[in-house]
């Protein structure tokens, strides 16, 4: 599903935990590639359902496991590199428009699973700060995460201060 503008409408999801801590996770392909689990909305899906459709996918985790804080107002939109643009599919898709979501586990992180039956998307996992992710994305999405973690940075800021109190 690619919109008019050539953007596949897709989810990106921050998971914290009772620390402040958010999920990293890495590409599966040997290429010591980071990120934020995220994923595409099916057509006639929601972006809350292919919230946690993705979120089962990529980490194993099910709606019971997380407490959705917050979503960014409207799309957060990031361009592919050229040499990432399959030239030849159409429609053609020149980048991604995400809504990001903000999630605090309230389960046990053991429940954190990357092989879930499909191909894993990750090999890897980890706790991380809020804002680690900004220098170590690649650079192409680099802006959709600073903007995903500005804009959701007031709700987490509350979670981190339950901590500290």
């Given amino acids: 599903m690619i919109d008019a503008d050539g953007f596949r409408p897709n989810v990106g999801i921050i998971l914290s935990n009772d ?41 194993g985790l099910t709606e019971a496991d997380v407490e959705v804080l917050a979503c960014t107002r409207g799309w957060l939109r990031y361009r592919l590199p050229h040499r990432l643009i399959r030239q030849n599919a159409q429609p053609l898709c020149i980048g991604q428009k995400q809504k990001w979501f903000l999630l605090k586990i309230k389960s046990d992180d053991t429940r954190v699973c ?5 191909r894993a998307e990750f090999d890897d996992w980890r706790w991380v ?21 500005k804009e959701l940075s007031p709700v987490h800021s509350q979670l981190e201060r339950l901590v500290v109190g």
Avoid: C, M, T
């Avoid at 700060?129 to 973690?149: C, I």
């Fill in 129 to 149: 700060s809020y804002w680690y992710p900004l220098g170590q994305v690649v650079a192409f999405k680099r802006d959709v995460y600073r903007r995903a973690l």
């Fill in 19 to 59: 620390q402040g801590q958010v999920l990293w996770a890495r590409r599966v392909g040997g290429q010591d590639a980071w990120q934020f689990p995220q994923g595409g909305i099916h057509e006639g899906e929601s972006a809350e359902q292919a919230l946690f459709r993705e979120l089962g996918e990529e980490v």
């Fill in 114 to 118: 990357l092989e879930n039956g499909g």
